[in-house]
């Protein structure tokens, strides 16, 4: 904008000077709404964090320690699939419900069979004119009764039970549907996952390389100081514009790449380990905290 606001009435008209001022004027303008996208993303991350360190009322920026990698991820599809099926916690879960329910079959079966009960009962008995004698009795073990029985129960036409098997093999077979559904859920996102990474990777090359054209094509452009006709006025502009978009688009691949790689850990499960981050189970919260004084 300096620069041709000093070169107006050598080679920049008014009209020139004034779209000049339009692009910087909205180039401030993405960069005020981009930097406040940023503090945004940063006090939500300050929520999620709950750390009484980092507090909501004060002004403080986040600044990562590492950098967005750029190296190809070296990935195995049937890899990367078996660790998700192994990792995945809904799979998990819907494994051991199927389990359950098949433990459910069984009982139900059991209590299908017909019922054969034996007892046997020893009793000691005190007989006596007071209490104290009737205690004495028992301790002396003068009076014992036996008893043994035996009960057998089989229900005509057993339709409750039968009707429990059925209901019991009806719910396995949904859990194991859902297993068999999962399974194949986590293995779409994990292809998908895997496909976004090596997509977004094979961007930077081409986006890296349009930067130095385009810086290229600006730097020729500006090394010529004679008088500039509107047009190549134009097309400086419009070089510079495009050193901008380049860059904007770069960076914006870097970012999708990093976030592809997130969420390919994500859809194989095991997040936490990507990022060396163990879990331990810490002391219980003060009741204080909890339900007040």
């Not at 001022?21 to 709950?50: C, W």
């Not at 054969?116 to 009793?123: A, E, S």
């Amino acid at each position: 904008v300096y620069q041709a606001r000093a070169r107006v009435g050598y080679d920049v008209y008014r009209a020139q000077l004034g779209q000049i001022e339009s692009r910087y004027a909205t180039r401030q303008a993405d960069f005020v709404r981009i930097k406040n996208n940023v503090q945004d993303a940063e006090d939500r991350l300050k929520g999620i964090l709950h750390d009484p360190v980092l507090s909501l009322a004060e002004d403080l920026e986040l600044i990562p320690t590492d950098v967005p990698t750029v190296e190809p991820l070296v990935m195995n599809r049937l890899g990367e699939i078996h660790t998700a099926l192994e990792n995945r916690s809904e799979l998990k879960e819907a494994r051991l419900l199927a389990e359950n329910r098949r433990i459910a079959i069984e009982v139900a079966r059991n209590s299908a069979l017909p019922r054969l009960d034996v007892t046997f009962r020893y009793i000691v008995d005190g007989l006596g004119e007071s209490t104290d004698d009737a205690f004495d009795q028992l301790t002396m073990n003068d009076f014992n009764e036996y008893f043994v029985g035996v009960e057998f129960e089989w229900p005509i036409g057993n339709r409750g039970p039968h009707a429990a098997i059925r209901q019991s093999r009806l719910a396995h077979f949904q859990a194991v549907a859902q297993v068999k559904q999962l399974i194949e859920q986590v293995a779409v996102e994990v292809s998908l996952a895997i496909r976004a990474v090596r997509n977004n990777n094979e961007q930077l090359g081409p986006q890296s390389l349009a930067i130095v054209s385009a810086q290229d094509a600006l730097q020729a452009l500006q090394a010529r100081e004679e008088r500039k006709d509107p047009a190549t006025l134009e097309t400086e502009l419009g070089l510079q514009d495009a050193v901008a978009n380049s860059r904007l688009a770069f960076l914006q691949a870097l970012v999708d790449y990093n976030r592809a790689i997130i969420a390919l850990e994500v859809a194989k499960g095991v997040l936490l380990e990507y990022y060396n981050v163990n879990l331990v189970e810490g002391p219980p919260p003060d009741e204080e905290l909890l339900y007040g004084p």
